[in-house]
């Protein structure tokens, strides 16, 4: 519960201001005017006239009485307050009636003035203890109101719940928590003592058809903190279908492990988040669940995060392929998944390096976890936390599954999680470790309920009827919370989710290069200890890799599916150890083990300390060129931003070099090769390249050997080509 609200009426007198002045809140003109008229008929009557009967002041009298009373009980006022009014008026009409009948003297008349002054202020009196009587008897009838209110609820939630789930003796908290999404709200239920949350489990559905809620909505039941009493259990009532549509994923702000990954939204509005520095989590569901889906929202939660790496185990390449993607085919920034392994070997070398990494950080860091007396590693963006996902763990093979339960059983004291997914909650799919060991579970749907009862064991499953649509979830964690299974709807990150032409669906449609261009440059390197222990399986990961994901169906990868600056990055490492001699099993002629040697090969990055003195002038240049380009009111055209750029070199320079000032420009380049971008800016004139491969702008004049015009798209006649042009 995030905020409680005290029901109008059920506030106490005391926190009432009170008022002790004639203010105008109190005494009003039309007040004043009654009383005015009041007076006036009065002072009129008291005036020693000759000839006028007693019977006349006393009929008079009469009437004033009676028009104060009317005045009194048409203001709502209590009884005693009319009865207070009616005899000052009576005293004033028998004195002027004993006057009138016994003509005036100076003792009557003092009398008479005596009496007047005190009826005057009996009646002013009156009229503020009529306005305050009346406000006390409105907030009598809305306390009575109020009450019998809560009395009905609390009868008609006793008999829900006796006539639903055999309880007796429950009592409904007349405070209840209306969620400020408008879409429900909390009830909190005190059961009898021995009784507790265990004793409605199973009645979710039952519950929420007996009150009528719609299919998406539903009901949910939480025990609340550890400060709260056993037998109080809080009801969460879903009245709207939460669960249809799509929720666009939030800002790609950058955030830290260390705090809740969120992914999604639960029915009062908050954001559905788990712990993920601190555990793993296991997620079931059937084919068209959106169990891909989530694994890309939960990537995204990762991946933002300035002190977590990402390494996946996807054979399927679904996972994986959105978060690197923006680089290998377009140049952007670096991969945002640290290690993508697609095919069983991979996954190997993966579990392996894994399991080094776990030792050698529990031996390497052991003083620093003294010295900051804590038993588990901190993470930080210089001990970076690694989580390791797995797609389909069906799909692994034995060996791989092994290893991932050791990582499991060993890696959480130096923040080496694991996640997994599968499309059921058997043994099948999720080991005895996995189960025992993972505190975090979402369930998604499944085309049994007894899967998800599975994956819940002790809470039953939840009620099928929230699933409504790809990407309703029912989450929870053992350690940190939820505690119970708790309903909610994952975050959309696919256009296709959105309506086209819709500001959701634009945001959408570029939302993984967005994330690319954004999360980067904070990017963590995996720290030193580790990136040792895992060697070359580690260093040498993106010269395997980039096959494996860009790659044809026989291996053969060329320059047609990834960015130049890729391609020529890739053509210039030499070839990588053999996943046979990684994985310890390539032989020698004497039966040794052959060793793994090489050089690690990296995505650069760069840095002023990788630069000498004229290459951080021409830097300076580049990064001159780009805030210009940047900040002119008319933006240069993609060809004179490339001419420039190229001539900023002062010397030769590949595309590779030049593409990514491009984009960091804001230019969105994606072709193929470079020869198609020169005959997209119309550049054959404008650059000249050399027989080493460089390019260079013609006003450079430090083209060695050149060659002349670097050929175009019309110099091809069978069209656009898939390889680099020589």
């Not at 006539?163 to 009898?192: F, H, M, N, Q």
């Not at 099928?464 to 940190?480: C, E, N, Q």
């Not at 053969?556 to 046979?580: C, F, I, K, Q």
């Not at 040697?597 to 240049?621: K, V």
Request: with cysteine; aromatic share 6%; net charge negative.
């Amino acid at each position: 519960m995030t905020k409680t609200e005290i029901p109008v009426g059920l506030e106490t007198l005391s926190d009432k201001p009170k008022r002790w002045d004639f203010s105008r809140d109190a005494v009003t003109p039309g007040r004043l005017t009654a009383w005015g008229a009041e007076l006036a008929c009065a002072s009129a009557l008291v005036a020693p006239l000759a000839d006028i009967p007693w019977q006349a002041g006393a009929s008079a009298g009469v009437v004033c009485t009676g028009a104060a009373v009317l005045y009194e009980r048409a203001r709502g006022s209590w009884r005693r307050v009319m009865v207070a009014r009616a005899s000052s008026w009576l005293a004033t009409t028998g004195w002027l009636s004993y006057a009138l009948a016994t003509r005036p003297t100076l003792l009557t008349m003092t009398v008479g003035v005596a009496t007047w002054g005190a009826g005057a202020a009996v009646n002013i009196g009156m009229d503020r203890w009529g306005e305050q009587t009346r406000e006390a008897e409105a907030e009598l009838d809305r306390r009575i109101e109020q009450g019998e209110e809560i009395a009905k609820a609390q009868q008609g939630w006793a008999k829900l719940l006796y006539d639903i789930c055999g309880i007796e003796g429950a009592v409904a908290d007349p405070i209840v928590d209306r969620w400020p999404s408008g879409a429900g709200e909390t009830v909190k239920i005190t059961l009898p003592a021995h009784l507790n949350i265990d004793s409605l489990r199973g009645y979710e559905a039952e519950l929420a058809g007996a009150l009528h809620l719609p299919k998406g909505g539903g009901v949910a039941f939480s025990a609340g903190g550890p400060e709260v009493p056993r037998n109080v259990v809080f009801i969460a009532i879903t009245r709207k279908n939460m669960m249809s549509g799509a929720i666009p994923y939030p800002k790609l702000t950058p955030t830290t492990i260390n705090k809740p990954v969120g992914f999604g939204r639960i029915g009062n509005g908050d954001e559905a988040a788990l712990n993920l520095k601190d555990e793993g989590v296991i997620a079931v569901g059937a084919q068209g669940s959106g169990k891909t889906a989530l694994m890309k929202t939960l990537g995204l939660g990762l991946v933002r995060c300035v002190d977590a790496l990402v390494w996946d185990l996807d054979t399927s390449a679904k996972m994986s392929a959105v978060f690197v993607n923006p680089y290998l085919r377009h140049g952007i920034g670096v991969p945002l998944v640290d290690w993508p392994a697609t095919n069983d070997d991979e996954c190997r070398l993966v579990v392996q390096a894994a399991r080094a990494v776990i030792a050698a950080r529990k031996t390497e860091y052991a003083d620093l976890l003294e010295d900051e007396d804590v038993d588990n590693l901190p993470a930080t963006a210089e001990i970076p936390a690694i989580h390791i996902r797995v797609d389909e763990t069906k799909s692994m093979a034995d060996d791989v599954l092994e290893g991932i339960d050791f990582i499991i059983e060993e890696g959480r004291s130096v923040n080496v999680r694991v996640d997994t997914t599968g499309l059921r909650a058997t043994r099948d799919y999720i080991t005895a470790t996995m189960d025992e060991l993972t505190p975090g579970r979402i369930g998604l749907r499944t085309n049994n309920a007894s899967e998800l009862d599975m994956l819940f064991p002790g809470f039953g499953a939840p009620d099928m009827a929230i699933f409504t649509d790809p990407g309703t979830v029912v989450y929870m964690s053992a350690t940190k919370g939820p505690f119970q299974p708790a309903p909610a709807k994952a975050y959309a990150t696919m256009a296709e989710a959105f309506p086209e032409g819709s500001e959701e669906h634009r945001r959408m449609s570029t939302l993984f290069m967005d994330a690319a261009r954004q999360l980067s440059s904070i990017r963590p390197d995996l720290d030193e200890v580790s990136a040792r222990a895992a060697g070359l399986a580690y260093g040498q990961r993106w010269a395997r890799c980039i096959p494996n994901l860009r790659g044809d169906s026989y291996g053969n990868v060329g320059p047609d599916r990834m960015h130049e600056s890729v391609w020529e990055l890739y053509r210039s490492w030499p070839t990588p150890a053999s996943y046979d001699v990684l994985l310890g099993r390539a032989i020698d002629e004497d039966g040794d083990t052959v060793t793994a040697q090489g050089a690690s090969m990296t995505i650069p990055r760069l840095t002023e300390t990788m630069l000498d003195e004229n290459e951080l002038e021409r830097a300076a240049a580049q990064e001159a060129a780009i805030e210009l380009a940047k900040t002119r009111v008319a933006p240069k055209s993609n060809d004179e931003l490339a001419i420039e750029l190229f001539a900023a070199r002062r010397a030769p320079a590949k595309p590779s070099e030049v593409y990514p000032l491009m984009v960091k420009a804001g230019y969105d380049k994606s072709d193929r090769t470079f020869r198609d971008l020169c005959a997209k800016l119309a550049l054959q004139d404008k650059l000249i390249k050399g027989d080493d491969g460089t390019y260079a702008a013609i006003e450079c004049g430090e083209v060695p050997d050149a060659v002349g015009r670097v050929p175009g798209s019309e110099d091809d006649p069978d069209g656009r080509g898939d390889a680099p042009h020589e």
